[in-house]
């Protein structure tokens, strides 16, 4: 599936691009929003594939918002002007559609989309391990390397640049991401439940409203990701 983000100001617009995109497979929208620095929180901790961008856009303008992500998801700028063509070229978007376009160039600029990120897979050498293969994670800290096995785990949380890594034989602090530790930990055990949790699946005791329950303590579920856990985990 290609996670895909859909920015802009308008939310007709927004309605719309979710419409043409539930007409293709292969593409799941991860979030639809009208802000600018909404995106850019969850692009710092969500993996997103692709972003449909509006350029013109109050308080952080598309292309800005663009410059200030350290490495952007392959970008396709929508707007209802020509004169940002060359800016767009000059930001490696890989297709700028002029609005209002028609289902057939929104295909066109998916496609593309699709094709330009099946090859930049391609470029992308496999681990030499695979992660997952692993019964463990392995954490630096304190100028040294531990193990951590997954059946201890029972949650991890973000702290900005920093995780805390809640296991049942005590707590590691390091400096690391929740996105590469859910990439490195197997999915059918392990799932993000909130932008800043993670959460052991066979380590769950009980779901009360919008809080997970494990080992006693209690963290948060996002409403988004709450109806998905209920079918992964209950």
């Given at each position: 599936?290609?996670?895909?983000?859909?920015?802009?100001?308008?939310?007709?617009?927004?309605?719309?691009?979710?419409?043409?995109?539930?007409?293709?497979?292969?593409?799941?929208?991860?979030?639809?929003?009208?802000?600018?620095?909404?995106?850019?929180?969850?692009?710092?901790?969500?993996?997103?594939?692709?972003?449909?961008?509006?350029?013109?856009?109050?308080?952080?303008?598309?292309?800005n918002l663009l410059r200030s992500i350290p490495t952007p998801p392959v970008t396709i700028f929508t707007t209802a002007y020509d004169e940002y063509?060359?800016?767009?070229?000059?930001?490696?978007?890989?297709?700028?559609?002029?609005?209002?376009?028609?289902?057939?160039?929104?295909?066109?600029?998916?496609?593309?989309?699709?094709?330009?990120?099946?090859?930049?897979?391609?470029?992308?050498?496999?681990?030499?391990?695979?992660?997952?293969?692993?019964?463990?994670?392995?954490?630096?800290?304190?100028?040294?390397?531990?193990?951590?096995?997954?059946?201890?785990i029972l949650y991890i949380e973000g702290l900005r640049e920093y995780v805390k890594v809640v296991t049942s034989r005590g707590n590691f602090v390091?400096?690391?991401s929740l996105k590469n530790l859910t990439e490195a930990l197997p999915e059918d055990r392990f799932m993000r439940i909130h932008k800043s949790y993670?959460?052991?699946?066979?380590?769950?005791?009980?779901?009360?409203?919008?809080?997970?329950?494990?080992?006693?303590?209690?963290?948060?579920?996002?409403?988004?990701?709450?109806?998905?856990?209920?079918?992964?985990?209950?």
């Open positions: 599936m290609i996670r895909t983000l859909l920015v802009d100001d308008e939310y007709l617009a927004l309605d719309l691009l979710e419409e043409f995109l539930g007409r293709l497979h292969g593409y799941e929208v991860v979030a639809k929003l009208e802000s600018p620095l909404e995106a850019l929180r969850v692009l710092q901790s969500e993996s997103i594939d692709l972003m449909f961008l509006d350029i013109q856009m109050p308080v952080l303008s598309g292309a063509a060359v800016e767009a070229f000059e930001l490696n978007v890989v297709d700028y559609l002029r609005k209002p376009f028609s289902f057939n160039r929104f295909v066109q600029a998916a496609n593309k989309a699709s094709l330009f990120l099946k090859e930049a897979r391609k470029e992308t050498p496999p681990p030499a391990v695979p992660a997952h293969s692993k019964a463990f994670i392995t954490l630096r800290m304190d100028g040294k390397l531990v193990k951590v096995q997954h059946d201890e390091v400096l690391e993670i959460a052991s699946l066979d380590k769950i005791e009980a779901l009360e409203g919008n809080s997970l329950i494990l080992a006693g303590v209690r963290i948060p579920v996002s409403r988004e990701r709450r109806q998905e856990l209920v079918k992964r985990s209950f």
